[in-house]
């Protein structure tokens, strides 16, 4: 299944975990209103990937605490410090993600949260931290990556869990479940301070603690990230395409103006603008062949190719294609209209689709992980410059009294997503989101009826 959440600004994070099939195909389609115009004249179509698209793998697995047991045979003397800051990072890069997701689920509830909900997550934060703490590295080299990590992990459990406080519905259980939710944050601020991770120069200036956190997340996540290399397709066969027009096209003009020469005799004015007039058509029906036959030799084909290598031992670890261009609609597959209940009015949407089919290497990959976890970030910034500025009003009748009220426009976007695994099903998803030139506002999953067969 594929999780869609709302980030920071106008980003989409999109994530998925790459189970054991090895072969993996992901096609993304986000249907954009009309009025927004949108056209690869507007926004080209490699101007859109390169801005909006980003995609980092790492490694995922089922088994939490195997990174535990690496860092204690590493502090036995048995590991490597390098296999012994691989595995921390993995267990705090593991339990970040968890927590995460956790704390969204949470402030996604529809229904109050429960006191038994928020206890259990504090106490399974609590027990995960409480693990880590239990084998503190006396080598000073391992310390000093065990401070980073418990440091930061500290440090985000708090923000996490006051975010949870800030955005909890004010119920009947809202005074139980905000003293649950500071009580570690207290416990976790207080460590620090034992700890002193951070110095008071530090800790006083939220700017300069955000940034320190930030760089301490960059340290977990690299070395359990997926080195990657980006190839476009098809430059050897664009340079021959141009050398086959160019060749077509001077043979043309070459017997074009021979026959002038033959016809008229010598050298004349009428001669003169006839060879211009050839010469002018050549430069124009040259690029038009050009880029007609371009766009009909990679029609379909896949446009990019990234390869994926593990951090450490430099081995390729797997391969992926990927396709992106906009389309219409009526050149959308019925599976993926019916998921958008597209009707009349919806025709004149612009769909803008990413395609990606991965090919991965299990056998190559760090000991004790056989997934990856694909997280795809879109940056929908750019659609937001066609967006109107300003707002409009609505008028309201309340008490006798009419209203004046100042509404943003928005605008509602679709995303489907379509996911194959290996032989399985594919499982279709479709998500609401609505956007305002400011922001994304809101996102909300569908649930599909056609999809029970193929998530059970």
Not at 192 to 206: K, P
Not at 343 to 361: C, D, P
Request: aromatic fraction near 8%; charge should be positive; charged fraction near 25%.
């Amino acid at each position: 299944m594929i999780n869609v959440e709302r980030k920071d600004g106008f980003s989409l994070k999109i994530s998925r975990i790459l189970r054991e099939a090895t072969e993996h195909r992901l096609d993304i389609y986000l249907f954009i209103p009309g009025e927004l115009g949108l056209t690869t004249k507007v926004v080209a179509e490699e101007d859109f990937y390169h801005s909006a698209i980003h995609v980092q793998r790492t490694y995922f697995s089922d088994r939490p605490y195997l990174p535990l047991i690496h860092s204690r045979l590493a502090r036995r003397g048995e590991l490597s410090s390098e296999q012994y800051r691989l595995s921390l990072s993995l267990y705090a890069y593991q339990y970040a993600i968890g927590l995460e997701q956790s704390c969204h689920e949470l402030r996604n509830e529809k229904d109050e949260v429960t006191q038994e909900a928020i206890a259990e997550l504090t106490a399974l934060a609590q027990d995960i931290l409480r693990r880590l703490r239990r084998n503190i590295p006396s080598d000073q080299t391992l310390r000093k990556y065990y401070v980073n990590i418990d440091n930061y992990l500290s440090w985000f459990t708090e923000q996490r869990l006051l975010s949870l406080v800030a955005h909890l519905p004010r119920g009947k259980e809202y005074k139980t479940a905000k003293s649950l939710l500071l009580e570690v944050c207290n416990i976790e601020h207080q460590h620090r301070v034992e700890q002193q991770y951070n110095s008071s120069h530090t800790t006083e200036a939220l700017s300069r603690i955000s940034n320190k956190m930030r760089l301490l997340r960059r340290l977990i996540e690299y070395p359990v990230t997926l080195k990657e290399k980006t190839q476009e397709l098809g430059g050897g066969e664009e340079k021959l395409l141009k050398a086959g027009v160019t060749a077509v096209v001077m043979t043309a003009m070459s017997l074009a103006v021979f026959e002038v020469r033959e016809t008229l005799g010598s050298i004349s004015l009428l001669v003169i603008l006839l060879l211009a007039l050839l010469y002018a058509l050549r430069e124009i029906f040259k690029d038009d062949l050009r880029n007609t036959l371009w766009r009909w030799l990679r029609k379909g084909r896949p446009k990019w190719r990234r390869q994926y290598f593990d951090v450490h031992s430099a081995q390729l670890v797997g391969r992926q294609l990927e396709w992106f261009d906009y389309r219409r609609p009526s050149r959308l597959t019925e599976d993926i209209l019916a998921a958008r209940h597209a009707n009349v009015t919806q025709k004149e949407e612009v769909v803008i689709h990413y395609g990606s089919h991965s090919r991965m290497l299990p056998t190559r990959f760090l000991s004790g992980y056989e997934q990856t976890r694909e997280t795809l970030q879109l940056d929908l910034s750019l659609l937001s410059k066609l967006m109107e500025k300003g707002s409009h009003h609505v008028y309201q009748l309340k008490d006798g009294q009419v209203a004046r009220h100042p509404v943003e426009k928005r605008y509602l976007l679709n995303l489907v997503t379509r996911e194959v695994q290996g032989q399985k099903p594919p499982v279709i998803q479709r998500w609401k989101v609505v956007m305002s030139r400011s922001k994304v506002v809101e996102i909300e999953e569908i649930p599909q009826k056609n999809n029970s067969h193929a998530t059970t």
